[in-house]
C-alpha cells in the first residue's frame, strides 16, 4: 500500500525514512513545508516546555532511561516514569 500524501510530502518522507533512503536534504525540505515561523520571526520554545525536557527529572532522563532499559542496559523505568509525572502533572 503506498504512503498517503497530503501534498506536504510527509508520505512521501515516511516511505524514504523507511526504506533507508531518506536524506538531510530532504529533510530540510520537509521541515521547511510543515513547520512555519513568523514573518521575519524565529521558532522558540516556551521556556517551560524546555524545562521539561532538560530539568533532572525530565523527559529526556525518561528517553535514556527507556532506551537503556529496551537495551536490556538498565533497570525497569517505571521508578523514573513516575518521578518525571509528579514534576510535571500537566503532561498527564
Known sequence: MAPVDAGDGYGANLADIRSGTWS????????????KSAPGGAVRPSPG?????????GLLAVYAAC??????????PEEKIQTFRAAFPEQR
Open 24 to 35: 538531510q536534504a530532504a529533510g530540510a525540505r520537509f521541515f521547511a513545508a510543515v513547520v
Open 49 to 57: 516546555a524546555s524545562m521539561r525536557y532538560h530539568a533532572l527529572n
Open 67 to 76: 532506551e537503556q532499559f529496551t537495551l536490556g542496559l538498565g533497570p525497569d
